[in-house]
């Protein structure tokens, strides 16, 4: 199947961190492939702008909700197809502002989600953030670094 081509009305995915940019440019896309998506943020770093434009349309919901939080589950009801994992700080200076919650990313959040892909028997996806990998040595940083 792919994912970005086929359009799969039958399909239902889950974008955590829905509402930032790489996050609400997947929502859009999934959504012009015909996948129904809940789109979840907390906007500690996300926005409803980047999503603004996306209300309203058939098969579109966004839900406010920490995706830290264990009660995040019960706000999802699913069935999920896809548990799409975009719930990361955006920047160094988000990272810095917010260190617990950058750090429940990495840990509460990734849980839960996959928690969540396996209560459906859903696929996984993981994106992270370039600080995972410390402070770099070259900026900006290349692909291949």
């Known amino acids: 199947m792919s994912l970005m081509t086929t359009p799969a009305p039958w399909c239902r995915a889950v974008v955590t961190g829905g509402a930032g940019f790489l996050g609400s440019h997947l929502c859009e896309r999934l959504l012009d492939s015909g996948v129904e998506v809940d789109c979840v943020d907390n906007l500690l770093s996300g926005s409803e702008g980047n999503i603004a ?3 309203g ?3 579109f919901r966004f839900v406010r909700c920490d995706v830290s939080s264990d009660a995040v589950i019960g ?3 699913g069935p999920y197809d896809l548990v799409l ?4 700080p ?4 988000d990272c810095l502002r917010h260190p617990l919650e950058t750090m429940d990313v990495g840990s509460l959040d990734t849980r839960n989600a996959l928690a969540l892909a396996h209560r459906d028997g859903a696929r996984f996806l993981l994106a992270s953030t370039s600080e995972v990998y410390g402070d770099p040595l070259v ?3 290349r692909e291949d670094y």
């Open 53 to 55: 434009h996306l209300e």
């Open 57 to 59: 349309r058939p098969g």
């Open 75 to 77: 706000h999802l009801p």
């Open 85 to 88: 994992h975009f719930a990361w």
């Open 90 to 93: 955006r920047s160094p200076a």
């Open 139 to 141: 900026h900006p940083q």
